[in-house]
């Protein structure tokens, strides 16, 4: 074997060849670079390859390397290549997600002067109008739960806006319910403007400016918001259902913000289909109702000291019925209109309609309407010109067959239909009638707005108005221009509610109203928060620039360049600064000193339900942490707030509205999926005794001591504090001392030396100084007066047992040292001193916990009473009212209390066990003390498991409450107390914690 023919591991590698046999081409080798050269000449006809060079063509190929397709950079030119590791996200996450669009609303496009919308009325009249305040009119529709206030607008839509909706159609279009979520819930969860051109009886024209409130009692602060920027408010009430819990407190509510009140009897038609009540029952029915309201207003302006007693009735005009479900309404003067058309009479229509209810009959035989019966079987003339014809008219539609119904609809009442008319259903043909019967526009609704509602120019209005939802003084310029609703008056705007884009969920609309001057598309102008204050805060200002200026149509916006005062208007790049409430002025012209802010809204409820809720995900807790603030934007009530351990906490009205809040949080303004905590409530702390000995606290320089008592308010005083019946702003501080000396029988001294309320200067807590002049300087009292009542303000917002709020205690000030030195009494100083004095004189004046108690009302038939019962013995509520029936229905009404924290799923579980024949609403009423003293600690709390005593919910609620926010189990006396003072209750045998 030649080993030359072999290298050194053993392989054949042949023998060598010389260098000109190498240089030699063979034919089998010219033949294959033919054949190369063929083949990329095909390969550069099909695709724009670049050739592989000279000295690659010959080379093996892997089969791994082999390329049988382009790569991405040869097909798309200049486009960024991702390489994705394996396992790096899950299979079922593309890794590039397609644009996702996320429709949470029903909107229509914006309507600019090309696009108007069909309507009964021109852009330029509409325009005119806003011009007119004469002709304006602003109201809230209000009332409760599915009575049709949403149903009622649409009727207005449809009057008013051309091929919109089909007769024919069964579905409600729900105009203002924009959201998908109210959609599919089937109420409303937010107020929503509609502004229309309507005629009156007399065919004149007005602008009238409606905001739909939701009816869930849950969502009452929504009321609020439309409330504050309304003159009027019409009342929405179901004939069947009559007055409910929340309609008595939404007509107390707008009482107390000073509007004129009307009514609207809706869903007539349920007197006719549902309850077959003849004509005479159905008006008793109707005037129980009305008496039901009366008693209200009547109670309502008593407790404001109104002179003048609110009364509504249909011949006065503040009454109009309607079936908005069959579209349509009448007032009595409308009424009396069509009978004038339909007999051609000469009658006078004022009169003839003010014979329409209440106690008159009409005589045959001398053809006058009498006060008297004439006769046994006589008919009141509510019933005999108006029940009797709609009820005939109805019982025609549904029962009769079609030459019954013609000859009834052409020979008495003058209607002439199509023959394929008679074809429709029976809804979509009483509509028809009744449309061509009553009319097509609401004109009665009209004139009971035009009479009893007043216009935005009102002088004697807008001074009750401004006054009561203005902080300024009342003879200031800017005051002034309000008054007279001029439009060359300096710029002032309150703006009650922001709408969030429905393109950018972290863009949001400014809706409010033009109370003095004009806004002008962009103009520069100046937001001032609810913080604002030109002497103590002038930080919470912004200055803005108006990028849009539009009148809000729920679906739609119809932008304009200027807006005149007395108008609604809706404002977008304004917001950024905006959180609830704003004040919107002029950024040139007027001074600092001039400038005061509109007062918050003041609710009629409280947000009592607490919920802490995190991300799923901790790397998306900004994207929380914004979309909290944008939810904190839309809900006039929510509060938000971070406590000491970290967990973010919402707090809200009641189940619903927390449901609706998360719903927003996760599809609409963040956009991510969060945890959510089980459902808590708020608490507070009080004392139910004087505190058992003067407690006193030194300044750390031991130059400054404060000595102070506790004991509890007077009863009643708490609740007059909230709702502003006594405010220490008032300018006549002699009226504030006459107030407490009328109202609580106080001393001069006592009422001459209140120092403050607290928390916030409106909270249910008093300070007030009982030194004697005597015993202590007070000019150097009164010079750390403000250092005090920080203290104080400090103590009572944040309480010793669970740094809950203080409600219901009156702190007084008995002894006070006070430092020569001004640095030795600085605030520093005295702030700390003052709030652990208040600490300690609540310690040691017996201390409880205080629960939120809801008020339920309960509607159920009479045998599902004791279910009922046994539904709130287990949920620690009682009856506090002995069922009473509702007139013309089989149903009873139950009013009970039933605590908040024990309140969670109590909806649900009364269903199940009245088989769904039962409905409540629920709304906080009252604060009660938890039974039980939550410092005692010879009672014994086994972990996991609930209080098995009354007697131990004060303690369980109150370490429960300590250890979710982070703080230790019992309260620490140390840290309240001075030393000196522990000695001295030691030395008494006091015992505290």
Known sequence: MDDNLYDEFGNYIGPEVDAEEGDEVSEEDDWLDKLDKARGEEDDDKMDVEPAPENLQRAVVLHEDKKYYPDAEDVFKGAEVTVQEEDTQPITEPIIKPDRARKYAHADKQKDREHFPPTTFTRDFFEGMMHNPTLTRHVALIGSLHHGKTAFTDMLVHATHEGRWDIKSEKSERFTDVRLDEQQRGLSIKSNPVSLVLPSTRDKSYLVNIMDTPGHINFSDEVTAALRIADGAVVVVDACEGVMLNTERLIRHAIQEKLAVTVVINKFDRLIVELKLPPTDAFYKLRHILDEINDILEDAGGMLNQDTPLRVSPELGNVVFASSDHDWSFSLRQFAQVYSEIHGSTFDIDAFAKRLWGDWWFDNSTRKFVRKSPDVSASRSFVQFILEPIWKIYSFVVGEEEPALRALLENELGIFLRREDFGLDVKPLLRLVMGKFLGKFPSGFVDMLVQHVPAPNNPEYLRKKIEHIYSGPLDSRMAKGMFECSARAPLLIHTTKLYHSESESGKFYAFGRVFSGTIKLGERVKVLGEAFDNETNDEDQRVEDVTGVYTFQSRYRIDHTVVPAGNWVLLEGVDASIFKTSTISTHLGVALEELFVFRPLRFNTNAVMKMSIEPLNPAELPKMVEGLRRCDKTYPLLKTKVEESGEHVLLGTGELYMDCVLYDLRKIFADIEIRVSDAVVSFCETVVETSSLRCFAETSNKKNKLTFIAEPLEPGLAEDIEQQKISLDWEDK????????????????????????????????????????????????????????????????????????????????????????????????????????????????????????????????????????????????????????????????????????????????????????????????????????????????????????????????????????????????????????????????????
């Open 734 to 993: 002699k009226a504030v001392r006459s107030w407490f000396q009328k109202n609580y029988d106080w001393d001069v001294m006592a009422a001459r030396n209140l120092w403050a309320f607290g928390p916030d200067r409106r909270g249910p807590n008093l300070l007030l100084n009982d030194t004697l002049p005597t015993e202590v300087d007070q000019q150097s009292l009164n010079a750390v007066k403000d250092s005090v009542v920080q203290g104080f303000d400090w103590a009572s917002r944040e309480g010793p047992l669970c740094e809950e709020p203080i409600r219901n205690v009156k702190f007084k000030i008995l002894h006070a040292t006070v430092a020569g030195e001004q640095l030795a009494r600085a605030p520093n100083y005295i702030i700390p001193a003052s709030r652990r004095a208040c600490y300690s004189a609540f310690l040691t004046a017996t201390p409880r916990l205080m629960e939120p108690v809801y008020l339920v009302e309960i509607i159920a038939p009479a045998d599902c009473s004791e279910a009922v019962y046994n539904v709130l013995a287990r949920r620690r509520g009682r009856v506090s009212e002995a069922p009473k029936p509702r007139p013309g229905t089989p149903l009873y009404t139950i009013k009970a209390f039933i605590p908040v924290i024990d309140s969670f799923g109590f909806e649900t579980d009364l269903r199940t066990h009245t088989q769904g024949m039962a409905f409540c609403m629920s709304v906080f009423d009252h604060w009660a003390v938890v039974p039980g003293d939550p410092l005692d600690k010879s009672i014994v709390l086994r972990p996991l498991e609930a209080a098995t005593s009354a007697d131990q919910l004060a303690r369980d609620f109150m370490i429960k409450t300590r250890r979710r926010k982070g703080l230790s189990e019992d309260v620490s006396v140390h840290k309240f107390f001075d030393e000196e003072l522990l000695a001295h209750l030691k030395a008494l045998d006091i015992n505290i914690v």
